[in-house]
């Protein structure tokens, strides 16, 4: 129940495609939702976050959409650059606490 | 990176011996984090502390202690390390808890155990 699966392990698209990463989660008792990015030799920024009370949040090139219902949420890269070749985590946290749960990361790949 | 330093950034250490981490912080944030990273596996919670002296486990802690005497300064030791323990370790801070709070992470330590 703590579990947070994260899909694709990887992902290569072409420079002005659209990226999506998806997360699954269980634990209905989180309300929290960041995505990080990682690039090599660094650790993890946060990218974007939303809270269940909402379906979709934009913030540039970069989109959360959220699931509710089947408990999932994703990521969407769109206008992919090579820049944005990194890897991504979704988390999943709780109100009221200061841990996170991490999906296993997808390492994405935007090709020139 | 948020004013977090850790140290050393690289070690290599034997079976058995006790390696220390530091996570040195310059923003005054009351919450300290160390995580590791493994492939397949993403980033796991090993210890955290809310305050000096207010230490908690994770979900990886078994062979992992911690310390933080000052608000700044957040110790990971190994008692004993061994070779499932190589890994890149990250600390991370946060102002306050709660969702909605951000966690800033510094560079990372990898750490090799032979």
């Known amino acids: 129940q703590q579990q947070v699966k994260q899909s694709p392990q990887s992902l290569i698209v072409q420079k002005g495609g659209i990226s999506i990463i998806n997360c699954a989660y269980e634990n209905t008792a989180f309300d929290y939702f960041p995505w990080y990015q990682q690039f090599p030799g660094k650790g993890p920024a946060l990218l974007i976050a939303?809270?269940?009370?909402?379906s979709e949040k934009k913030e540039g090139r970069f989109t959360i959409s959220f699931n509710k219902s089947a408990k999932q949420f994703s990521l969407h890269i769109m206008d992919s650059q090579p820049g944005d070749s990194a890897t991504y985590f979704c988390a999943a946290g709780y109100s009221g606490t200061y841990k996170y749960i991490f999906g296993t990361g997808t390492r994405l790949k935007v090709l020139a | 990176d948020a004013g977090i330093t850790q140290s050393p950034r690289h070690k290599v250490t034997e079976t058995g011996t006790p390696v220390t981490l530091r996570c040195h912080q310059t923003e005054n944030h009351r919450y300290m984090y160390w995580y590791r990273q493994d492939p397949g596996h993403g980033l796991r919670l090993i210890h955290y502390?809310?305050?000096?002296?207010?230490?908690d486990k994770g979900e990886v802690s078994d062979g992992y202690s911690v310390s933080r005497s000052k608000t700044e300064d957040f110790l990971l030791t190994l008692e004993s390390a061994t070779s499932s323990q190589t890994s890149v370790y990250f600390c991370?801070?946060?102002?306050?808890?709660?969702?909605?709070?951000?966690?800033?992470f510094g560079q990372g330590t990898r750490l090799t155990v032979v």
């Open positions: 502390s809310y305050g000096v002296k207010d230490t």
């Open positions: 991370a801070i946060s102002e306050s808890s709660g969702a909605n709070t951000e966690a800033f």
């Open positions: 939303i809270r269940p009370d909402v």
